[in-house]
Nanobody, 122 residues
Framework: QVQLVESGGGLVQAGGSLRLSCAASGRTFSSYTMGWTRQAPGKEREFVAAISWSGSSTDYADSVKGRFTISRDNAKNTVYLQMNSLKPEDTAVYYC???????????????WGQGTQVTVSS
């Protein structure tokens, strides 16, 4: 069992930065591919970024590539999403998720958090 709790969301102006954190409970955190998805009002949830269990491999949606960076610290059971050059279209609820398999872009995920709101003003 893995429980995930996101933090770090908030309101930021376009061009600004935020860092999201996802704290995981459970001894098997390092076994999971971790990642982030987001859902904007009236839209379907979409993939944002993922990182392999070792941290050696990352994957990004085209819309965030070059602006967002995903990382993890297995000693702290935490995964991060550094978001730079934020745009109004990045406004969404961001969810942390875990998947034992490495095809994170495919649903369902095994575990996910409650989400944290990110709002980017123009």
């Amino acid at each position: 069992q893995v429980q995930l709790v996101e933090s770090g969301g908030g309101l930021v102006q376009a061009g600004g930065s935020l860092r999201l954190s996802c704290a995981a409970s459970g001894r098997t955190f390092s076994s999971y591919t971790m990642g982030w998805t987001r859902q904007a009002p009236g839209k379907e949830r979409e993939f944002v970024a993922a990182i392999s269990w070792s941290g050696s491999s990352t994957d990004y949606a085209d819309s965030v590539k070059g602006r967002f960076t995903i990382s993890r610290d297995n000693a702290k059971n935490t995964v991060y999403l550094q978001m730079n050059s934020l745009k109004p279209e990045d406004t969404a609820v961001y969810y942390c998720a875990a998947k034992i398999q490495n095809n994170f872009r495919d649903y369902p995920h095994d575990y996910w958090g409650q989400g944290t709101q990110v709002t980017v003003s123009s």
